[in-house]
């Protein structure tokens, strides 16, 4: 019957709600305010979080394409800074240049003091290569012992990587980029190549190249982790005389 009455032509449902121009101005009113209200405080939130998140991001986690810009001149000066750090007469400084209103570390190819993944990865392949050829030499080659070898040199990398963190942490200097403490840490594998190498050749020479290597790079270590405290102390009173408005 309902439904009859319903489909008949001139006929309209009764509406529970009434509606007056007022009201309906002010829901108007009232939902736009709510909107505009929550679409500034959400936008504010996630710009905040995205800025944060970028900040912390370039913080510790530097683009990696950075650290292999290098050339040959740059990996035969960096050898020689890292294998005979006694005779790198020049500073131990990274250089700068200002990048979308920052200060930013130029790439390798233009600085000898900045960090690189290249000269660690084909430093750890090549110690892989070489400790599997001195097996060889040796008889006792096989697959597994090669497998050994390589998580070996990973697990020692970790090490690395978490004592120099952890060193610079103790320091009060925690926020070093990941990657530079793992190019830093890498660079021991140029060290063992060559020590490796003086075993294969001559095999009392590795007692005595061990040492050595062992002591070039830690003198490296410590003028590096030197520069990047001094520089991180630089950092936190340019923030602090910032805030405070003398400048």
């Not at 925690?174 to 063992?192: C, H, K, N, S």
Request: net charge positive; proline share 5%; aromatic share 14%.
């Amino acid at each position: 019957m309902y439904d009859n009455l319903g489909s008949q032509p001139g006929m309209q449902r009764p509406t529970n709600a009434q509606s007056t121009p007022f009201g309906n101005s002010f829901y108007g009113a009232g939902s736009g305010l709510i909107r505009g209200g929550l679409g500034a405080y959400g936008e504010k939130i996630l710009g905040s979080s995205s800025e944060y998140v970028q900040s912390n991001i370039s913080r510790y986690f530097s683009d990696p394409q950075y650290y292999f810009q290098v050339n040959d001149q740059y990996v035969r000066n960096k050898l020689k800074v890292v294998l005979l750090p006694f005779l790198h007469r020049g500073h131990w400084t990274r250089i700068t240049e200002p990048v979308g209103g920052r200060l930013s570390y130029k790439p390798p190819i233009y600085d000898i003091n900045a960090p690189d993944l290249y000269i660690p990865f084909m430093a750890f392949g090549t110690y892989v290569v070489l400790s599997g050829f001195s097996l060889g030499l040796n008889g006792k080659f096989s697959p597994e012992a090669l497998n050994w070898l390589f998580i070996k040199g990973l697990v020692g990398w970790f090490l690395q990587v978490s004592l120099l963190k952890m060193s610079l942490f103790s320091l009060g200097s925690g926020e070093a980029p990941l990657l530079d403490i793992v190019a830093y840490a890498g660079y021991m594998f140029t060290g063992l190549c060559i020590a490796v190498l003086g075993k294969i050749m001559l095999s009392y020479s590795y007692y005595f190249l061990m040492p050595w290597t062992c002591l070039c790079m830690g003198v490296f270590l410590v003028k590096t982790m030197k520069r990047v405290l001094f520089a991180e102390a630089v950092k936190i009173v340019g923030v602090v005389i910032e805030s405070s408005g003398v400048l």
